[in-house]
């Protein structure tokens, strides 16, 4: 569950952002692991697709952080 959309993230809270960003890092961190140690992925795109998923998610905690602060 590496990939989510746009849409899906805006619908989270800002709590369940955090704790999925928490979630792929650590995956991302294991799937780093595997690869540099010289084992074979199931998924060789899986980096790629957890590295763009975790920009996804704080591109839009940082764009709602601020909208938030210039709405009054």
Same mark, same amino acid.
């Given at each position: ?5 746009? $849409? *899906?993230?805006?619908d989270? +809270? $800002? =709590?369940?952002?955090?704790? *999925?960003?928490?979630? %792929?890092?650590?995956e %991302?961190?294991? /799937?780093? /692991?595997? @690869? ?11 980096? &790629? @697709?957890?590295? &763009? +998923?975790? /920009?996804? !998610?704080? +591109? !839009? @905690?940082?764009?709602? =952080? +601020?909208? =938030?602060?210039?709405?009054?």
């Amino acid at each position: 569950m590496a990939s989510l959309r746009p $849409s *899906e993230i805006r619908d989270m +809270t $800002s =709590e369940e952002r955090q704790s *999925e960003l928490d979630k %792929l890092s650590t995956e %991302l961190l294991n /799937a780093r /692991a595997v @690869q540099f140690s010289g084992g074979s992925s199931d998924n060789p795109g899986l980096v &790629r @697709q957890l590295r &763009r +998923t975790i /920009a996804r !998610i704080k +591109t !839009i @905690q940082k764009q709602q =952080e +601020t909208s =938030e602060e210039g709405s009054p």
